[in-house]
């Protein structure tokens, strides 16, 4: 067991090994800062992380050799006592207890009001920071998806960031530093997450959900890295649902440049409609065209390994210039439905350019 494995929580956490390793160092060190930044796609163990983070902080069983003896701690930051567990995360003792069932008091997770933080969360946080930590060592608050705060809220929270509380450490997650307000981003030390690697989230797949190997390698895929995401869809029925579905993306987009306007409207009337399957549909539709690419320079690369024949016809088939010009269209789609523009129309104008050879 490694020495950040062997840091409360921490070993259960997979594909993050650079994050880990700096908390860890953070923790052996004692330097904590006021606030971090965990950036990074949803579902890849920035939550899960910051709550592990809040159990090493305070928990109350303790191992010395473990971490060093001889370090140091900055003058305005809590003394975190060297603390290792090698039992399950929250197993150990009261405190990690009342974090892993989400009852510490001093253990705070803020986390979007419908589609945003609004002012009156935040608000809400102030007053609580404004007293002393009921029994914790170092009090923690994770706000969850960040990114989703409104601008008056994001503006009450860099007042706290400008004037950090005692005992205090604010943990926001959100997926990339240009979805926050710069002077929040400049108070804080970021930490990246990278995406699951999809060897890790098919031994998951299997290991926890008992899913076929076959199914976890297409659902992995999938995926693209986040594990909420591959176990969304781990049921039976969604499992079936989903593999059918993207080849019947993959078979859809091929056929578009041979079908009438109208056929090509219908697609896009199609994929509109189903609102809540859209993302994963567009996600689908770029690693397609990743592969296409991919498969012209190192073919043992691609990701649909099961698609390996059909990727190869349609590689052959396409330059590299209108491969990257259809991920390209795809990428400037989703950045126009995250902006939320009219999405029939989006989608539609999507469509028609990739139905262009």
Not at 64 to 72: F, G, R, V, Y
Not at 316 to 326: E, F, H, P, R
Request: charged share 25%; with cysteine; hydrophobic share 40%.
């Amino acid at each position: 067991m490694s020495a950040s494995e062997s840091i409360i929580g921490f070993g259960s956490i997979v594909g993050q090994e650079q994050p880990i390793r700096l908390l860890t160092t953070l923790l052996q060190n004692e330097t904590i800062p006021h606030a971090l930044l965990f950036l990074g796609a949803d579902g890849v163990g920035k939550k899960t992380t910051a709550l592990a983070f809040a159990m090493a902080c305070n928990c109350k069983v303790r191992r010395k050799e473990d971490l060093s003896a001889d370090t140091k701690i900055r003058d305005d930051h809590p003394k975190i006592p060297d603390q290792t567990i090698q039992s399950g995360p929250g197993d150990c003792c009261p405190s990690c207890r009342k974090i892993k069932s989400g009852n510490h008091p001093d253990v705070i997770l803020v986390e979007p009001s419908g589609p945003f933080i609004r002012i009156d969360q935040v608000r809400s946080l102030c007053s609580t920071l404004a007293m002393k930590p009921y029994e914790a060592r170092l009090r923690v608050v994770i706000m969850s998806d960040a990114q989703a705060m409104n601008p008056s809220a994001g503006n009450a929270l860099l007042k706290v960031l400008e004037e950090p509380p005692d005992k205090t450490v604010l943990i926001l997650t959100a997926m990339q530093t240009s979805d926050l307000l710069p002077t929040i981003v400049s108070r804080c030390q970021h930490i990246r997450f990278n995406p699951i690697p999809r060897k890790h989230l098919e031994a998951l797949l299997v290991e926890k959900r008992g899913t076929h190997p076959d199914d976890a390698k297409i659902i992995a895929t999938m995926a693209n890295g986040s594990v909420s995401k591959a176990f969304s869809v781990t049921s039976k029925k969604k499992s079936i649902n989903w593999i059918n579905r993207r080849i019947w993306l993959i078979d859809e987009v091929q056929s578009l440049s041979m079908r009438p306007i109208a056929a090509r409207l219908a697609f896009a009337a199609r994929l509109a409609k189903d609102k809540e399957a859209l993302g994963d549909s567009l996600e689908v539709l770029k690693s397609w065209f990743r592969d296409l690419v991919v498969w012209k320079y190192h073919s043992g690369r691609i990701l649909n390994t099961d698609l390996r024949s059909k990727i190869q016809r349609a590689s052959q088939n396409m330059t590299v210039a209108s491969i990257l010009s259809k991920i390209n269209n795809l990428h400037a789609a989703q950045k126009n439905i995250k902006a939320n523009t009219n999405l029939r129309l989006t989608l539609e104008v999507l469509i028609m350019r990739l139905a262009k050879v």
